[in-house]
């Protein structure tokens, strides 16, 4: 799950990644939060160029209670068993997803930014929920140390792999 118009450092991580995913064992579909005014995402096109499964969520502003809805429907309407959120705002909203929907939650945790007010509030909202997701997954072993020293968990893991060097599938 991304939110995202853009092909940034997160989205390449995904497009890499899935690109080395065996097909015969996962069935994969990407769903990006758009904005409902302007559908079109960059990264939604790219994923669907690449041939793979593809869904937008519609949002309309930053928070949308909808958008968890029509996650749970996808969730549940696809048999999706594993929800993989990489951001803040798809921490958020995929967790209470995820959780309604009976759904198994991992989060790749990339930084954050501070940038806004707005932002700062969606992150330590996601720095909170991050503890009770299934699997947390990090970047950096900075980022790791950071988010032990909030967490009593050990479901946090550190991604040292350069998966652009992992065997492909095909």
């Given at each position: 799950l991304r939110s995202t118009d853009v092909i940034g450092g997160p989205s390449k991580s995904i497009l890499t990644f899935v690109e080395k995913?065996?097909?015969?064992?996962?069935?994969?579909?990407?769903?990006?939060?758009?904005?409902?005014?302007?559908?079109?995402?960059?990264?939604?096109?790219?994923?669907?160029?690449?041939?793979?499964?593809?869904?937008?969520?519609?949002?309309?502003?930053?928070?949308?209670?909808?958008?968890?809805?029509?996650?749970?429907?996808?969730?549940?309407?696809?048999?999706?068993?594993?929800?993989?959120?990489?951001?803040?705002k798809e921490d958020v909203i995929g967790y209470f997803a995820a959780t309604i929907a009976g759904v198994?939650?991992?989060?790749?945790?990339?930084?954050?930014?501070?940038?806004?007010?707005?932002?700062?509030l969606y992150e330590m909202l996601d720095k909170f929920i991050l503890r009770f997701f299934d699997r947390v997954i990090v970047v950096t072993s900075t980022?790791?140390?950071?988010?032990?020293?909030?967490?009593?968990?050990?479901?946090l893991n550190s991604s040292h792999t350069d998966i652009s060097r992992m065997p492909s599938s095909a």
């Open positions: 995913v065996d097909t015969t064992l996962f069935n994969l579909m990407i769903a990006t939060f758009v904005s409902a005014k302007n559908p079109s995402s960059c990264f939604t096109e790219e994923v669907k160029r690449k041939g793979l499964r593809t869904v937008n969520i519609p949002m309309r502003g930053s928070f949308d209670i909808r958008a968890i809805f029509r996650l749970v429907s996808l969730l549940k309407k696809n048999d999706i068993e594993i929800l993989h959120t990489h951001g803040y198994k939650r991992v989060a790749m945790v990339h930084g954050w930014t501070g940038q806004t007010l707005k932002v700062k980022l790791k140390k950071k988010l032990m020293k909030d967490r009593k968990s050990t479901r």
